[in-house]
T-cell receptor, first 113, second 113 residues
Framework: DAGVTQSPTHLIKTRGQHVTLRCSPISGHKSVSWYQQVLGQGPQFIFQYYEKEERGRGNFPDRFSARQFPNYSSELNVNALLLGDSALYLC????????????FGPGTRLTVL | KNQVEQSPQSLIILEGKNCTLQCNYTVSPFSNLRWYKQDTGRGPVSLTIMTFSENTKSNGRYTATLDADTKQSSLHITASQLSDSASYICVVSNSNSGYALNFGKGTSLLVTP
């Protein structure tokens, strides 16, 4: 079975630009979460979506937004990129409901110059 | 405030030796605690998960312990291998908001020949 997949693997942007990151969950998983991991730190929770509805949001500015599609894949959008947005962005999926075992994808490495 | 503190920050050991990583948390009310292994530039992979009633859980050469009274956990690695070189992250979830996982900053382990 395929695990969580993310695209692209790496991305380089300049300040002020916009970026879209994509995630496909494990087949049958209805919940997707996004995390930001700055070098040397643990992941920080950004969003969780379940059945296309936002179920939770971390302490991130409105420049960060996300959505989940009918096939349960998800996009994370970041506007007006800042140098501090450079990080590994992780997507995790789980079956949903109150069960919160997270299965992580390989991540997208975003570099903002 | 829900916090997860890990020690040591980094550790170097010789191949074949054992080591123990520590995790202290203040997350309340507690739901579960898990240890993840994260290779550089990759997504975290779950090693163990423990609920309140469990005080030890093994996965091959990895053994995790949990003391819910003192809010401490440890991850013991026996007969270390070069492939154990990675970051080990302690993650604690709050039973009030299962979607918001609380991550430690991780312990960076280097196993040398």
């Amino acid at each position: 079975d395929a695990g969580v997949t993310q695209s692209p693997t790496h991305l380089i942007k300049t300040r002020g630009q916009h970026v879209t990151l994509r995630c496909s969950p494990i087949s049958g998983h209805k919940s997707v979460s996004w995390y930001q991991q700055v070098l040397g730190q643990g992941p920080q929770f950004i969003f969780q979506y379940y059945e296309k509805e936002e179920r939770g949001r971390g302490n991130f500015p409105d420049r960060f937004s996300a959505r989940q599609f009918p096939n349960y894949s998800s996009e994370l959008n970041v506007n007006a990129l800042l140098l501090g947005d450079s990080a590994l962005y992780l997507c995790a999926s789980n079956p949903g409901g109150i069960y919160n075992e997270q299965f992580f994808g390989p991540g997208t490495r975003l570099t903002v110059l | 405030k829900n916090q997860v503190e890990q020690s040591p920050q980094s550790l170097i050991i010789l191949e074949g030796k054992n080591c123990t990583l520590q995790c202290n948390y203040t997350v309340s009310p507690f739901s579960n605690l898990r240890w993840y292994k994260q290779d550089t530039g990759r997504g975290p992979v779950s090693l163990t998960i423990m609920t309140f009633s469990e005080n030890t859980k093994s996965n091959g050469r990895y053994t995790a312990t949990l003391d819910a009274d003192t809010k401490q956990s440890s991850l013991h690695i026996t007969a270390s291998q070069l492939s154990d070189s990675a970051s080990y992250i302690c993650v604690v979830s709050n039973s009030n908001s299962g979607y918001a996982l609380n991550f430690g900053k991780g312990t960076s382990l280097l196993v040398t020949p």
